[in-house]
């Protein structure tokens, strides 16, 4: 059975951290980029940030994420199938529903959803 399944969301005060995964149960994981997405009420969704199951490099829509600088860090553990974002210093305005998603061609075309997780900072 295909799926990715987040978990982790929740309600956190500005500043606060917290740590999303996805569950992944798709053939062929160790090749796949996971991307990360939210969507806040009234706007559209947005893409947060992708990951390489393969080799672990992590690319961000915040370029201050690269640089190690930012406040948003993906990872995985491909013993678990899981990857994860890692969310500190959160911001009212990163509340939102996130997703991950799965591109098996590692080509920007994400073509299997989550169901999403709910995050609130207020």
């Known amino acids: 059975h295909v799926q990715l399944v987040e978990s982790g969301g929740g309600s956190v005060r500005p500043g606060g951290s917290l740590r999303l995964s996805c569950e992944a149960s798709v053939d062929g994981y160790a090749s796949y980029c996971i991307g990360w997405f939210r969507q806040a009420p009234g706007k559209e969704r947005e893409a947060v940030a992708a990951?390489?199951?393969?080799?672990?490099?992590?690319?961000?829509?915040?370029s201050e994420n690269d640089s190690g600088k930012g406040r948003f860090t993906s990872s995985r553990d491909n013993a678990k199938t899981t990857v994860y974002l890692q969310m500190n210093s959160l911001k009212p305005e990163d509340t939102g529903l996130y997703y991950c998603?799965?591109?098996?061609?590692?080509?920007?075309?994400?073509?299997?959803w989550g169901q999403g997780t709910q995050v609130t900072v207020s």
């Open positions: 990951i390489c199951t393969g080799d672990g490099r992590a690319y961000y829509h915040d």
């Open positions: 998603a799965a591109d098996p061609s590692c080509r920007g075309i994400f073509d299997l």
